[in-house]
């Protein structure tokens, strides 16, 4: 069976380019006015457990820039949320394409009306609302809203393409480029071992070779039975550096392409296949230089080529590794790796320039039994090498891992109760593992005597890498015993939330000024000046749905702003100058409540 493949003909490729183009009269507006067009994300680049779905365009660190309609068409949706895309257009274009505008700061005055409505009906800021067609029209190039970071952690625009099944496309590749000459820098290449038997230069570590960049051949690696590799890439498209994602991955065998991944676009119900395309620790994550079993995302080919003794025979073998982007620039490196059968008996380790490089974390030790080590593919008990285990429906139920025994010193108790008014309960642990390709969270046992009902200030939490502790859900019944779902490797507790939020001071001196006119006439400014409010829990974390405000006893939807622990509150257009009263209660997810009084003067002057 020949196990190669073959490239789609250029010819086919750019017939389906022609068809997508002449799906649009005119070439689509950019979305935003700016002379400079950087890039700070691009699309299909790694995100905890997602994709990231468009494009995040620079803003020059400011809000308030006009976004613009890219073709003619009609606002079909428009979502507003604490989190996530924050304030958010969807805008559906005469081509049938879905183009989606997130982390605004204020949207046109055509629909901010009926937000607000929404809003007051519901009582809630977070609100979504469907628009008939014909009913929101709009034309190519016209004011939609201003840019802004709700939602996100600093000021930019992130905008997608979607098709009329609403999948993601690159927006790069229909009528959203950015000039781009520099090509993807290749910085490291790995090998592990994948079997029992398997070797990497004689041993079971991992090796890799790296360099700033890596270009054209590189050294020898010696290699028995099944091998996997990863690679560390650097792609960006400007002088501003950000990491992005390349467009194109490929890997040769002795010419013949064995494995391809190209970020043409994707379905969000697939999205959670990217656990399969990234050997993933806390702090670095590594492209998979292999399709792994169950990745069924568009634009990707072949299969383990490297884990198949049919396809990767012994003997003496040219692998080649292309990173391209959507611009056309590339690198390549390549090297010769020699192959031994997979069978009893070490080979000979050479003086290799592929240097250890393990991807192995060690279980620690309670000082019984044998020491255990797990690398994406092996375990180990003392000096017994077994495959790893993984979940019964494969790697997306969850690859190897463990729970380790761990404690809290007296003085992380103490820092705890102190900075974050939690109190600890006795039980900790670790989860380690070498990769984490679970789709959703994977149940341990939570060695701890728990009532039949939980109080509410009882959570888990997993300390982050400054060391605070963060909400990680609540402990579960499975059958007869209690269990904690992880999402990720780290390092978890059991605490009790004892203090309520915090609610920051107002404006001032209480003084809310009136606000010059727009310049954007689509987009009108407030009559009087947001101000913001702190509103912040070190515990549990803000319930952002209990936030109650109301100005003179009256209701007011204000905006929760959880990147920046603040409250954003705009006064009614209509409310007059002088004296007024604002009160704020607010709740953390453990039913603490803060409430708190502001007393307020309008001051009609600028």
Known sequence: MNRSLVLLPTLLAAAAASALASAIPDAPSWPLPLETRYLTSNFMEHRSGRFHAGLDLKTEGRTGFPVLAAEDGWIARIRVSPAGYGKTL????????????????RIGDRWRSEVRRAQARRGRYDVTLHFPAGKHEVSRGEILALSGQSGAAGPHLHFEVRDAENRPLDPQAHGFSVPDTLPPTILKIRAMPASPLSRVEGGLAAR??????????LPRLRIRGRVAFSAQILETSDIMGFRLEPYRLAVSLDDSLVFESRNDGYDFALQHLMRLEWLEQPGWHERWLMRREGDVLPGRRGEGWSLDPAVLTPGEHVVRVTAADRAGNDSEVFWTLLVSPEEPGDPPASAASWREDPVRVEVPWDGEGPRRWLTPFLEANGEVVKPAEIGDGGLLDGGPSALAPDSLTALERLAAG????LEALGWSARVVAPDWSARAGVAFPLAAALPDILPPELGVYMQDRGEDWNPAGVPRRLGAAWVFDAHEAGRYALFLDR???????GPDEGLVR?????????VSAPTWEVFAIRTEDLGSGI?????????????LIAEPDPPRDRLLVELPDATPPGAHRLEITVSDRAGHVTARTYQLVLIATP
């Open 514 to 522: 009136r606000v010059a006119p727009s310049r954007v006439a689509a």
């Open 418 to 421: 102190r900075v974050q008014g």
């Open 499 to 505: 203090n309520a939020p915090y609610l920051g001071p």
């Open 90 to 105: 969807y805008l559906r274009g005469a081509s049938g394409r879905t183009y989606v505008y997130a982390h605004l700061e």
């Open 543 to 555: 319930d952002t749905e209990s936030i109650r405000v109301s100005l003179d006893g009256r209701p």
């Open 208 to 217: 890799s070779v790296s360099g700033d960049p890596l270009s054209g051949e």
